[in-house]
């Protein structure tokens, strides 16, 4: 079983910054990878960036330049993301997977993002 929880979702402006947090725990050993899915409501879940244990990152085109995906350790992933936009209005999950992406049955219990125009 392994344990996602995200942090860090808000309200901000257009053009303003947010930084969401993902901690795993449990047994994660097997997990290579981890990834950043939104749904906005009406919407099917995407993938916005994910990132192997090696570092290797992968984007959603709307969002390269914008957002940045980070880890400090095995189990902690971050998602800087700048440049918000009102279409980047979402609730944010973090997800533990496997390569540049395959999703597993693990996932956060979200977190919303909110950006005003």
């Known amino acids: 079983q392994v344990q996602l929880v995200e942090s860090g979702g808000g309200l901000v402006q257009a053009g303003g910054s947010l930084r969401l947090s993902c901690a795993a725990s449990?047994?994660?050993?097997?997990?290579?990878?981890m990834g950043w899915y939104r749904q906005a409501p009406g919407k099917q879940r995407e993938l916005v960036a994910a990132i192997t244990n090696t570092g290797r990152t992968k984007y959603a085109d709307s969002v390269k330049g914008r957002f940045t995906v980070s880890r400090d350790n095995a189990k902690t992933v971050y998602l800087q993301m700048n440049s918000l936009k009102p279409e980047d209005t979402a609730v944010y999950y973090c997800?533990?997977?496997?390569?540049?992406?395959?999703?597993?049955?693990?996932w956060g219990q979200g977190t919303q993002v909110t950006v005003s125009s």
């Open positions: 449990g047994s994660s050993f097997s997990i290579s990878a």
């Open positions: 997800n533990a997977g496997y390569g540049l992406y395959y999703p597993s049955n693990y």
